[in-house]
């Protein structure tokens, strides 16, 4: 069988990269820059922030890819190649509607998130995916450079807000993805991390064969249909092994990086039978 050589590496984080701690798996760093010896990039595919995803890697930040807002925003090695900028008005009917809903406004300022004073008391959980936090009285006031907007939900009710309210109001009009069981959300149509790797890949010219790409849920989907070697991890959502085309280890067994470095001993080159097949 034909063997492909991997270009990039790309990986969702929570649930998929990071340990049941939310930290990376011990000799990370040195995996990634032993790969990219070879010629093979790392790519960080997140819902979080650019801001938030550089200080996760300060070490690497310079050498690597981050795609933030689930693709709202693409930097590679510290240069700005790509942002999707969400119209105000857009953010601020989504803004009126959330609180309508009851739940709580995130909106994803390329500088800062910026919630609501009324739910300060969310700010360690907040604080987690978002290193820039700025409160305000008012969501339906805003006026600042922005390319998501995000739903957060407490009590884990991610599908069902989606089904029953977000995805019936702007499913349509734009891209709305649950993002685990406290996150919905929403950025400009054809915005999601799948676009955001292609648009890498071009870049670098690469084709999906040179792709290889890890997530756990629904808004990483696009991502792992668009690598010829997509990963779904063992304990994500398992509605999704029907879409894509591998099984990786779960998170808390390191899958990610043990299929790394299982990619870094054959000098880049695999094949579709090297790997635990999805279905």
Known sequence: MDRDHIGLIASDMDYTLLDENGQLPEGFTELVRALEEEGIYFAAASGRPLYTLEAMFPDLRDRMALIGDNGGAIRWRGRDIYQSRMPTADYREMAIATREAGDIGVLCGLESAYVERQYQSYA????????????????????????????????????????????????????????????????????????????????????????????????????????????????????????????????????????????????????????????
């Not at 998501?148 to 019936?168: C, F």
Request: proline share 4%.
């Open 124 to 279: 360690r959980v907040l604080g987690q995916f978002y290193t820039r936090v700025t409160y305000v009285d008012d969501l339906t006031v805003l006026d600042v450079p922005a390319d998501k907007y995000t739903i957060y939900l407490p009590r884990g009710n991610s599908q069902e807000a989606y089904d029953k309210i977000y995805g019936e109001l702007y499913g349509e009009r734009f891209s709305v993805a649950v993002a685990g069981a406290n996150w919905v959300d929403i950025m400009n149509r054809g915005v999601d991390k799948g676009a955001a790797l292609r648009a890498l890949g071009r870049s670098l010219n690469l084709t999906s064969a040179n792709l290889m790409a890890f997530g756990d849920t629904y808004n990483d989907a696009e991502m792992l249909c668009t690598a010829k070697y997509g990963f779904l991890m063992a304990n994500g959502s398992q509605d999704l092994r029907a879409r894509v085309s591998f099984l990786a280890p779960p998170h808390w067994d390191q899958g990610v990086i043990r299929i790394m470095r299982q990619v870094l001993d054959q000098g880049g080159w695999v094949s579709p039978t090297d790997f635990n097949p999805a279905h």
